[in-house]
Nanobody
């Protein structure tokens, strides 16, 4: 399984971005998938996850109500609204779990940078 995230960029606080993650192979029909982020000097942290069918979603408290994870055919999406400077990080998509622990995921994409200016 190969994952590729895109859609990152520079946005002002309060703005929106939509991240996409495409996958080769059977990732979307077989695995739970998630988004993580890592800010400079910090550990990688869970953002959101969705189960294989798309019927269940999970969010970190810090993004609940602002971010929405979804699946569309072979694309994993993360709609990010009301962005804050503290959302600045490299965002990674991952496959293999719906748990908030990075080590439970088997596959990772290379990440896309999101920068939120104040």
């Amino acid at each position: 399984v190969q994952l590729q995230a895109s859609g990152g960029g520079l946005v002002q606080a309060g703005g929106s971005l939509r991240l996409s993650c495409t996958a080769s192979g059977r990732a979307f029909s077989t695995y739970g998938m998630g988004w993580f982020r890592q800010a400079p000097g910090k550990e990688r942290e869970f953002v959101a996850a969705i189960n294989w069918s798309g019927g269940s979603t999970y969010y970190a408290d810090s993004v609940k109500g602002r971010f929405t994870i979804s699946k569309d055919k072979n694309t994993l999406l993360l709609q990010m609204n009301s962005l804050k400077p503290e959302d600045t990080a490299v965002y990674y998509c991952a496959a293999g779990s719906v748990r908030p622990t990075p080590r439970t995921y088997d596959y990772w994409g290379p990440g896309t940078l999101v920068t939120v200016s104040s």
